[in-house]
T-cell receptor, first 115, second 116 residues
Framework: AQKITQTQPGMFVQEKEAVTLDCTYD???????LFWYKQPSSGEMIFLIY??????QNATEGRYSLNFQKARKSANLVISASQLGDSAMYFC????????????FGSGTKLNVKP | EAQVTQNPRYLITVTGKKLTVTCSQN?????MSWYRQDPGLGLRQIYY???????DKGDVPEGYKVSRKEKRNFPLILESPSPNQTSLYFC???????????????FGPGTRLTVL
């Protein structure tokens, strides 16, 4: 079964606007961690933000924030004030308590920021 | 500079010719892992290692081997490559993994492999 689902293969956003990238996950564990990575066209994987399942507050890192809805099993990435340099692939990933050595990635969302 | 290095960055080879992709990290990380990235599938874990001489299969281990003889190195071996192993490969490391650890992984630059 798919552990991580990203339903938006591609998205467009106008520069300076906010955008939400969707991520839903599947686990029966109560304890798990969720990660978001950015992959620019150059190919490297850049860590953006982390959310733990027991964290009471939604994670934030600069212009990145995570809209974590535990009951819905969703961990959407919100990018505020989009910049042209935000154009990239974005991957959601998870590791859970039972298989804590394994990381599961979604299929990614390609974000294009329009000037 | 803290980093994960991979070599080669690009490789074109032929079916059946054994190859090794090297991975090295200078952060004294215990955990290392290999992924392959394919369009529409995201990253899938091939093998991981929790420490020296401790390795285990990920979700797509068939056709690959790994070894962890030193903490810093984690080579990926394709004994008899086939065209369906054409992919972008990433090595990653993190300080350790354990339940409730929040450590992220640090990724190498990737190796683009084409098997003809």
């Amino acid at each position: 079964a798919q552990k991580i689902t990203q339903t938006q293969p591609g998205m467009f956003v106008q520069e300076k606007e906010a955008v939400t990238l969707d991520c839903t996950y599947d686990t029966s564990d109560q304890s798990y961690g969720l990660f978001w990575y950015k992959q620019p066209s150059s190919g490297e994987m850049i860590f953006l933000i982390y959310q733990g399942s027991y964290d009471e507050q939604n994670a934030t890192e600069g212009r990145y924030s995570l809209n974590f809805q535990k009951a819905r099993k969703s961990a959407n990435l919100v990018i505020s004030a989009s910049q042209l340099g935000d154009s990239a692939m974005y991957f959601c990933a998870m590791r859970d308590f039972y298989n804590f050595n394994k990381f599961y990635f979604g299929s990614g969302t390609k974000l294009n920021v329009k000037p | 500079e803290a980093q994960v290095t991979q070599n080669p960055r690009y490789l074109i080879t032929v079916t059946g010719k054994k190859l090794t992709v090297t991975c090295s990290q200078n952060m004294n990380h215990e955990y290392m892992s290999w992924y392959r990235q394919d369009p529409g599938l995201g990253l899938r874990q091939i093998y991981y290692s929790m420490n020296v001489e401790v390795t285990d299969k990920g979700d797509v281990p068939e056709g690959y081997k790994v070894s962890r003889k030193e903490k810093r190195n984690f080579p990926l071996i394709l004994e008899s490559p086939s065209p369906n192993q054409t992919s972008l490969y990433f090595c990653a490391s993190s300080l350790e993994t354990a339940p409730l650890r929040t450590d992220t992984q640090y990724f190498g630059p990737g190796t683009r492999l084409t098997v003809l």
